[in-house]
C-alpha cells in the first residue's frame, strides 16, 4: 500500500511554505477548533500509574455518554488507532471489504495483518463477498452517513457466516441518531473517538464496545495503563458534561452550515458535510490547493481524487472571513 498522508502536517507546510504557525489557518484536519476547557489535573495523575479508580470512572462515564447496552463492553486505549490496529489479530476471518474511500489506515493495517481487502462500494456489496466488513459512519472524507438500520441488517447478513462489522464512529458525536450501539449485536465492533469532537486529539483516547469476550481479548492485548492517568480525568470530566457537548452540537452545526454557504458560493460543489469537516469538488482541485497553501490556509488534498478537497471547521468568524477573502480572489 502507498504511504498515508493524512491531515495535520502544518510543520512541512510551513517549512516549504514559510510563516510561523501563528500565520497559517490549519483546516486540515476534522478536530474541533473550540476545544473543551481542560480541568484542573491533580500532580498525583502525573507522577503515578493510573489507577483503578480513575479508570472505572471514565469506563462508567463513557458508557453514559455513548449509551452502552448492560451486555456489552467497553474498552479504553489511548487512541482508536491502537484498537485499529490490533483488531485484524483478533478477527483471523480472511477477507476484508471496507467501504471506501474512506480513513486509509483501516484498509492499510489489516493489508499489513497479511488480509486480501477489498474496497467496496456499497454494504451489500461488502457482506456479499467479506467476512469482515469495516464502515465509517459518518465517513471520512466524503460524509456519506448510513442509517442504524442499513448498518444493522448488514451485521445480520454477517452472521450467517460468522462475520463482524466494524463501524467507526470517529465523529459520531454531532449525529448521535446514528450511532448503532443501543442496538448493536455481539458481531458489531463500535470505535469511538474522544479527541475529535472534544478538540483533545493530542490527549490520545478512544474506545471500543463489543462483546465481552472480544472485549477482554483486546484489553489483553493493549496490556496495563493503555490511558494515561490525565486523560482517564480528563475523559470523565469531558464525557460527563452534557451540557457542554449539546451546545457544541448546536455551535458545530450552524458554523458547518455558515462555511458551507461561503465555500460553496465560490463555485465548490459540496459533495458532503460532518460537521467537523466537508468534502467539496472542484475541477482544479489541485491547484486551488496550492493557490490556498501560498495564502498559508491548509486544507486536505487527495492524490487518488483529484478535483476533491477537504475543509476542517474555522474556529470562528474571523476565520471564516480569511478563508472567504482567499477563496473569493482565487476562485
Known amino acids: 500500500m502507498s504511504m498515508i498522508i493524512h491531515g495535520g502536517k502544518l510543520d512541512a507546510a510551513i517549512m516549504q511554505y514559510s510563516g510561523s504557525r501563528e500565520d497559517w489557518l490549519d483546516l486540515s484536519t476534522g478536530i474541533n477548533p473550540n476545544a473543551y476547557l481542560l480541568p484542573e489535573i491533580p500532580n498525583e495523575s502525573w507522577q503515578r500509574l493510573p489507577d483503578e479508580d480513575a479508570q472505572l470512572n471514565l469506563i462508567t462515564t463513557a458508557r453514559q455518554y455513548y449509551r452502552v447496552p448492560d451486555k456489552m463492553a467497553l474498552i479504553a486505549a489511548n487512541g482508536t488507532q491502537?484498537?485499529?490496529?490490533?483488531?485484524?489479530?483478533?478477527?483471523?476471518?480472511?477477507k476484508v471489504a471496507i467501504l471506501s474511500p474512506t480513513y486509509e489506515e483501516h484498509q492499510n493495517c489489516w493489508e499489513k495483518a497479511g488480509r486480501d481487502v477489498l474496497q467496496a462500494s456499497s454494504l451489500e456489496e461488502a457482506v456479499a463477498v467479506a467476512d469482515?466488513?469495516?464502515?465509517?459512519?459518518p465517513n471520512n472524507p466524503t460524509a456519506k452517513t448510513y442509517r442504524p438500520s442499513e448498518l444493522?441488517?448488514?451485521?445480520?447478513?454477517?452472521?450467517?457466516k460468522s462475520g463482524f462489522l466494524i463501524v467507526d464512529e470517529a465523529f459520531g458525536d454531532c449525529v448521535p441518531e446514528l450511532s448503532v450501539v443501543s442496538d448493536m449485536s455481539n458481531n458489531i465492533i463500535v470505535l469511538r473517538s474522544f479527541g475529535k469532537f472534544f478538540g483533545l486529539a493530542g490527549l490520545r483516547l478512544g474506545f471500543a464496545i463489543c462483546s465481552k469476550i472480544l472485549a477482554d481479548e483486546l484489553k489483553s492485548r493493549l496490556g496495563p495503563w493503555s490511558v494515561s492517568g490525565p486523560a482517564l480525568i480528563i475523559g470523565a470530566?469531558?464525557?460527563?458534561?452534557?451540557?457542554?457537548?449539546?451546545?457544541?452540537?448546536?455551535?458545530?452545526?450552524?458554523?458547518?452550515k455558515d462555511q458551507v454557504e461561503v465555500?460553496?458560493?465560490?463555485?465548490l460543489k459540496l459533495i458532503g458535510s460532518a460537521g467537523l469537516f466537508m468534502e467539496f469538488d472542484h475541477p482544479n482541485a489541485q491547484k486551488l490547493h496550492h493557490v490556498l497553501l501560498k495564502e498559508h490556509i491548509l486544507v486536505r488534498q487527495f492524490l487518488n481524487r483529484k478535483t476533491r478537497l477537504r475543509f476542517g471547521l474555522c474556529k470562528n468568524i474571523e476565520?471564516?472571513?480569511?478563508?472567504?477573502?482567499?477563496?473569493?480572489?482565487?476562485v
Open 319 to 330: 476565520e471564516l472571513e480569511r478563508l472567504a477573502w482567499v477563496l473569493k480572489k482565487n
Open 237 to 256: 470530566e469531558a464525557l460527563g458534561d452534557a451540557q457542554w457537548a449539546s451546545i457544541m452540537r448546536l455551535q458545530i452545526a450552524q458554523n458547518a
Open 132 to 137: 469482515i466488513v469495516v464502515v465509517v459512519n
Open 263 to 267: 465555500i460553496e458560493a465560490c463555485d
Open 152 to 160: 444493522l441488517a448488514a451485521a445480520k447478513g454477517l452472521q450467517n
Open 82 to 94: 491502537a484498537i485499529i490496529q490490533n483488531l485484524p489479530f483478533l478477527l483471523k476471518h480472511k
